[in-house]
């Protein structure tokens, strides 16, 4: 019984093949202008392009956060593995591996860049984590803007921001696992 149903699903199958093939066989020995109630399969060419760094320049494209991972994030095609500080028109290396080890010192950077950031977007790997008090007292003295979030929607933002040409920063910390669904 079954070896029947596939014989007779597989026969469906060569109509069908064997009807597009008729089709573009009749389209093929018709001249162009003329038109049939059938497919037209026209050629297609493609080009490889190889990626040469000599040739693109990304001078003025923002630092817009592409991809992440367990491992680091990818910015401008360039993975940086571990967290990562970002300033409108580069990007760093962070020392900083857990929520509990941001601290004054992990803030700096912002404080001497110019020009100053509007708002920096701390992505603090799985889930939210409350800023110590000291690190709150001192962004509020440099009047630093701020907001906290987890790595997934701090990426969101910050892209967010830096294309509505905000000058935005970002202090981002990979998450320990990303789920599938």
Request: net charge positive.
């Amino acid at each position: 019984m079954l070896h029947g149903l596939r014989s007779a699903i597989f026969k469906q199958e060569i109509r069908r093949c064997s009807c597009f093939l008729n089709i573009y066989r009749m389209k093929a020995t018709q001249g162009s202008g003329t038109s049939t109630a059938g497919y037209e399969v026209q050629p297609t060419t493609m080009k490889i392009q190889k990626y040469d760094p000599t040739t693109i320049k990304t001078s003025g494209i923002p630092p817009l956060v592409t991809k992440y991972s367990t491992q680091g994030f990818t910015i401008q095609g360039n993975k940086i593995f571990g967290s990562i500080a970002i300033v409108p028109s580069t990007y760093f290396s962070w020392k900083v591996t857990t929520p509990e080890d941001i601290c004054v010192e992990a803030f700096q950077l912002f404080t001497i860049y110019e020009p100053r950031i509007e708002i920096l977007v701390i992505g603090t790997g799985d889930k939210l984590f409350r800023l110590p008090p000291d690190v709150r007292t001192f962004l509020k003295k440099y009047n630093i803007a701020y907001e906290v979030l987890d790595t997934k929607n701090a990426c969101s933002t910050f892209n967010f921001l830096l294309e509505e040409y905000r000058l935005a920063g970002a202090l981002l910390i990979p998450p320990s696992h990303i789920p599938l669904f």
